[in-house]
C-alpha cells in the first residue's frame, strides 16, 4: 500500500475524517444520552429481510458490565481500549434456537452494516470509535453466556480520541478494490 492521498472531494465529511483511534482520553466519559443515540444509530441499519439479527453488551468505566469485559481484552487492545468511554461487544443472530438451521446467512454482514452506522454516529457526535476482534473469543463467550444461536463478533471501542489518526493508516486505491481475486475474462 502506498499513503493515502486526501478523499477526493464529495465524500462526505464523517467519513474523510473517520479513523481508529490507538489512543482515548480516560476522563471523557459517553453519557447515557450519547449511548443512547449510538445504538439508535444501529437499529436504523438495513437488514436482509429486516431482519435485525444484531445485539450489544455495552460496559463504561465503573460500571460492573465495564469490568466484566475488560480481564478478556487482548494485551495490544488492553491498551488503548480499556480508555474508552465505552466498550461495545457486537453479537449476531446465526441460528435458530439452540439448533443448526442458520437464522440468515446475512447475520454477520448485517451486523457489520449495524456497527457501521453506530461508528458514523460516533464521527457525527464528536466521538471516535475502533473496531477490534483482539480479545478472548472463547473467555468472553463463556463469562457473557449469550443465548442459543448469538454468537460474539466483534467488539467496539468508543470514545473521545486523545490525538489524531495513528501513522501509517493507509488505504488501498479504488483500483485495487476493484481489481479483487477476479478471474481475466476470456
Given at each position: ?119 458514523v454516529q460516533a464521527q457525527a457526535m464528536g ?60
Open positions: 500500500m502506498h499513503p493515502s492521498p486526501e478523499p477526493p472531494s464529495g465524500i462526505h465529511p464523517l467519513l474523510a475524517g473517520r479513523f481508529s483511534p490507538d489512543r482515548f482520553d480516560p476522563s471523557a466519559a459517553v453519557d447515557d444520552g450519547a449511548l443512547g443515540l449510538l445504538l439508535e444509530a444501529a437499529r436504523w441499519a438495513p437488514s436482509a429481510g429486516n431482519s435485525q439479527p444484531w445485539g450489544f453488551f455495552t460496559g463504561r468505566p465503573g460500571e460492573p458490565e465495564h469490568d466484566r469485559l475488560l480481564p478478556h481484552l487482548a494485551p495490544s487492545s488492553a491498551r488503548w481500549a480499556t480508555d474508552a468511554g465505552l466498550l461495545v461487544v457486537a453479537l449476531t443472530r446465526r441460528h435458530v434456537g439452540d439448533t443448526s438451521l442458520l437464522y440468515s446467512e446475512f447475520a454477520d454482514y448485517d451486523l457489520g452494516q449495524a456497527v457501521a452506522h453506530m461508528t466521538l471516535a470509535a475502533h473496531q477490534f476482534r483482539a480479545f478472548d473469543l472463547e473467555g468472553l463467550t463463556k463469562e457473557l453466556d449469550p443465548a442459543p444461536g448469538w454468537a460474539i463478533v466483534s467488539m467496539v471501542a468508543v470514545g473521545t480520541a486523545a490525538g489524531g489518526p495513528p501513522k501509517g493508516s493507509d488505504r488501498h486505491s479504488v483500483a485495487h478494490l476493484r481489481a479483487g481475486p477476479w478471474s481475466p475474462a476470456e
